[in-house]
């Protein structure tokens, strides 16, 4: 069946430290996938895409690539900033259904 | 300016009491998605339609209903079945087809007393 992991937060980073979230999946097809962001008290915005292998997202300094070899899509980040703290999701959409899959979120604190 | 408006940001109800949580969009888009979130946890699709008159369970429907009569419309109503309604609910939508993204509004905080 479908599925999505997350890497388990919580992550707690310095200010201009490296940041990997990771994010596997289980899928009979391709699925298009996503990263989405939450703020505290706040609604999901979308932070990145990529809708087929060898795709990068990119937004803000975040990246992520859809590795269909390894069903992965890991969010990177070179230098995270205090501002960036909040909670990760990934979500990829399954070519079955109209349904998206949100894996369990990482929350993540920026300390300066 | 197109978005997606939830109302109200906090609701306060008594256990027993039926309550409704309005979600409108004016973005144009054809599926619509309510989705409840726990603390320290991910979301749950509660409801979701794809077009109006339309509507499919998801993964947690017991305990809420749901109504699409219009297009920007797609308001929840949590009933007293509901064990546990305190939570955050969260609604979106999406343009069907494609890869398209869900766009979320601010959501509502329901806390049952």
């Known amino acids: 069946g479908n599925s999505v992991t997350q890497m388990e937060g919580p992550v707690t980073l310095s200010e201009e430290a490296f940041l990997t979230i990771n994010c596997t999946y289980t899928?009979?097809?391709?699925?298009?996938l996503f990263w989405y962001v939450q703020y505290p008290g706040e609604g999901l915005q979308l932070l990145l895409k990529?809708?087929?292998?060898?795709d990068k997202g990119s937004n803000k300094g975040f990246e992520a690539t859809y590795r269909k070899e390894t069903t992965s899509f890991h969010l990177e980040k070179g230098s995270v900033q205090v501002s960036d703290s909040a909670v990760y999701f990934c979500?990829?959409?399954?070519?079955?259904?109209?349904?998206?899959?949100f894996g369990t979120g990482t929350s993540l604190t920026v300390i300066p | 300016d197109g978005g997606i408006t939830q109302s109200p940001k906090y609701l306060f109800r008594k256990e027993g009491q039926n309550v409704t949580l309005s979600c409108e969009q004016n973005?144009?888009?054809?599926?619509m998605y309510w989705y409840r979130q726990d603390p320290g946890q991910g979301l749950r699709l509660i409801y979701y339609?794809?077009?109006?008159?339309?509507?499919q369970k998801g993964d947690i429907a017991e305990g809420y209903s749901v109504s699409r009569e219009k297009k920007e419309s797609f308001p929840l109503t949590v009933t007293s079945a509901q064990k546990n309604p305190t939570a955050f609910y969260l609604c979106?939508?999406?343009?069907?087809?494609?890869?398209?993204?869900?766009?979320f509004g601010p959501g509502t905080r329901l806390t049952v007393l």
């Open positions: 339609s794809q077009i109006v008159n339309d509507f």
């Open positions: 990529a809708t087929k292998a060898d």
């Open positions: 979106a939508s999406r343009l069907a087809g494609g890869p398209n993204e869900q766009f």
């Open positions: 973005l144009n888009h054809d599926a």
């Open positions: 979500a990829p959409r399954f070519n079955t259904g109209n349904q998206f899959y």
């Open positions: 899928a009979t097809g391709y699925p298009s």
